[in-house]
């Protein structure tokens, strides 16, 4: 059974920064893009990163550039999301969510229910 | 940026009926469209993707439509089990979510 779970979040101060791990089981975790995806309490669904299946390629929605940085250890099956610069509106639960290839623009067929980072003083 | 936009935001419809949400892009984005189911407190489902193809373990009652900025999901015949927000999602570029649908039970 393909499964997900993150980890590593929790309450940040503004500016604060916060990494968070999606530990993968079930399967073959680097022949499969990996992404994470956003939701805040009571609202929509916010694409954040995608990396393809080897690591070599990342890609970031503007809202995140350059504070947020997705990485993969494959020798591990463990995603992250390394977050800096954290602002009240980054405040959502964050699912990492597998892509049916090896390369990140797809669908995503499988999510991880998701771990709470809330920003606030 | 390509933009998604749903309708309605919210609708309610009986057991039995047929209920069909339509999803817009502001450009063309050919059948690179998804579906998914969320109901509340659990995690997003993928219903449908490549706008028309049925996941694996999906209901036939649920099917996808159309191609470069028109799409619809619709569910044949609406079930209790079926109350959830319905997300469109595209993938032809960076992906990018619609608001959502709330489907409630009449």
């Known amino acids: 059974e393909v499964q997900l779970v993150e980890s590593g979040g929790g309450l940040v101060q503004p500016g604060g920064s916060l990494r968070l791990s999606c530990a993968a089981s079930?399967?073959?975790?680097?022949?499969?893009?990996m992404s994470w995806v956003r939701q805040a309490p009571g609202k929509g669904l916010e694409w954040v990163s995608g990396i393809s299946g080897s690591g070599g390629s990342t890609y970031y929605a503007d809202s995140v550039k350059g504070r947020f940085t997705i990485s993969r250890d494959n020798s591990k099956n463990t995603l992250y999301l390394q977050m800096n610069s954290l602002r009240a509106e980054d405040t959502a639960v964050y699912h990492c969510a597998k892509v049916p290839f090896l390369e990140w623009l797809s669908w995503f067929d499988t999510w991880g229910q998701g771990t709470l980072v809330t920003v606030s003083s | 940026d390509i933009q998604m936009t749903q309708s309605p935001s919210s609708l309610s419809a009986s057991v039995g009926d047929r209920v069909t949400i339509t999803c817009r892009a502001s450009?063309?984005?050919?059948?690179?469209l998804a579906w998914y189911q969320q109901k509340p407190g659990k995690v997003p489902k993928l219903l449908i993707y490549?706008?028309?193809a049925l996941q694996s373990g999906v209901p036939s009652r649920f099917s996808g439509s159309g191609s470069g900025t028109d799409f619809t999901l619709t569910i044949s015949s609406l079930q209790p089990e079926d109350v959830a927000t319905y997300y469109c999602?595209?993938?032809?570029?960076?992906?990018?979510f619609g608001p959502g649908t709330k489907v409630n039970i009449k």
């Open positions: 450009q063309g984005i050919s059948n690179y």
């Open positions: 490549a706008a028309s």
């Open positions: 079930g399967f073959t975790f680097r022949n499969y893009a």
């Open positions: 999602q595209k993938y032809n570029s960076a992906p990018g």
